[in-house]
């Protein structure tokens, strides 16, 4: 199965879990430990198959072909994800990594498409590609005689990549025929947000109809052993589309709260303190301010420092005196300088990228505005 990993309200990602398999086109590509595991049960229950499909005894040879059919398998999973981060890429958009996991792979891009245009294509990108592989290996495939290991490998590899082609583009995120259905819906209203609403809800409702079927088949007629382990799928299947979806509804929700916030609505009135005075003296000119942060200034009056309040509060209040300003400061960098005007996404991306408690926000013309506290940020989003 596959996913485009969705941007909004995320920052990120630096190489996280699994083990890195290799890199392509610069994209590091990584597994989880279950993946190896999964590539195993596949060899397990493909060996039957090739015993019986194929003409002739072949012996322990039949667990290799089967495990050849597993890396086969697993290197489509990964064409399909190329295909979403290469598109993205022509775009212009930062990808992380290639992740495999035990249903399939995602591919963690940086940045959400900016326009449904170019949403619609990188998330067709890697189910076009699965049914084009999967139509051109059942063409080949009648070419080949069926009772051969490649007649039977390349049949195989036909049906695997069908069936992924048409899952992903099932109507629901997380599946990339939900991303698809965002693209259209944002096409048509010009909200993304009300986009990924419509789509998570149907993923949920796909969730729900992939476990009924997987049910129908368990209990209905005829059913059996094999029924079962349909059920198990569709269990896992569904667990997954209705996390996704679950996912995406948060995304939108936390997203539609990022566009009623702004730095300026959040930023905390600051006053600007030279680096040798006592903290206790520097709080008291605050409060009386009616101040919450603190600027450290040089004699020529521009900022080089801020206060960390995790810092102050952190300093026992009988030793503030004796506690220099410069001394619970954090020199400033270029990251650390936010925009006044900027609007939520934007400082959210801002700070993502240079992770910190506080932040100097300045005006165009360089005119100190206040200090922006992550504190505050993240109090504002937790009540989305």
Do not use: C
């Not at 591919?107 to 699965?130: C, K, N, Q, Y």
């Not at 006053?271 to 603190?294: K, M, N, W």
């Amino acid at each position: 199965m596959s996913e485009s990993d969705d941007a909004a309200g995320r920052g990120r990602r630096r190489a996280g879990t699994g083990v890195r398999v290799g890199v392509l086109f610069g994209i590091p590509i990584y597994a989880t430990p279950a993946w190896f595991v999964v590539a195993l049960v596949i060899t397990w229950l493909f060996q039957p198959r090739i015993e019986t499909a194929v003409a002739g005894d072949l012996g322990g040879w039949s667990y290799l072909i089967a495990f050849l059919y597993a890396v086969l398998l697993y290197a489509s999973v990964i064409a399909h994800e190329l295909s979403h981060s290469l598109v993205a890429k022509g775009f212009g958009l930062p990808v992380h990594r290639i992740s495999l996991h035990i249903l399939g792979g995602v591919s963690e891009i940086g940045e959400e498409p900016p326009t449904p245009r170019r949403e619609f294509a990188v998330s067709a990108a890697g189910p076009a590609l699965s049914l084009v592989v999967g139509g051109g290996a059942y063409a080949l495939s009648q070419a080949l005689e069926p009772s051969t290991v490649v007649g039977v490998l390349v049949q195989a590899l036909a049906y695997a990549n069908l069936l992924v082609g048409v899952f992903n583009l099932l109507p629901g995120l997380p599946l990339d025929g939900g991303r698809v259905v965002r693209a259209a819906v944002w096409a048509a209203t010009g909200n993304p947000i009300t986009a990924t609403r419509v789509a998570a809800r149907s993923g949920q409702a796909l969730a729900v109809l992939v476990m009924l079927a997987g049910a129908l088949v368990a209990f209905g007629p005829g059913s059996s052993v094999d029924g079962l382990l349909v059920l198990l799928w569709a269990g896992l299947l569904a667990g997954f589309i209705w996390v996704g979806a679950n996912q995406a509804l948060l995304t939108a929700r936390l997203r539609g709260r990022l566009t009623q916030m702004s730095v300026r609505g959040l930023s905390r009135r600051a006053i600007p303190v030279a680096s040798d005075l006592p903290l206790s003296e520097a709080i008291r000119l605050a409060q009386t301010a009616g101040a919450g942060a603190l600027v450290v200034v040089g004699t020529d009056g521009i900022p080089h420092a801020l206060v960390s309040e995790a810092t102050v509060t952190a300093t026992p209040e009988h030793r503030r005196p004796w506690t220099l300003v410069g001394d619970v400061a954090r020199s400033l960098h270029p990251g650390l300088r936010v925009g006044a005007d900027f609007d939520g996404e934007r400082m959210v991306r801002a700070m993502n990228a240079h992770p910190a408690t506080e932040y100097l926000v300045v005006e165009d013309s360089g005119e100190v505005f206040g200090v922006l506290a992550a504190s505050d940020v993240e109090r504002a989003l937790a009540s989305a």
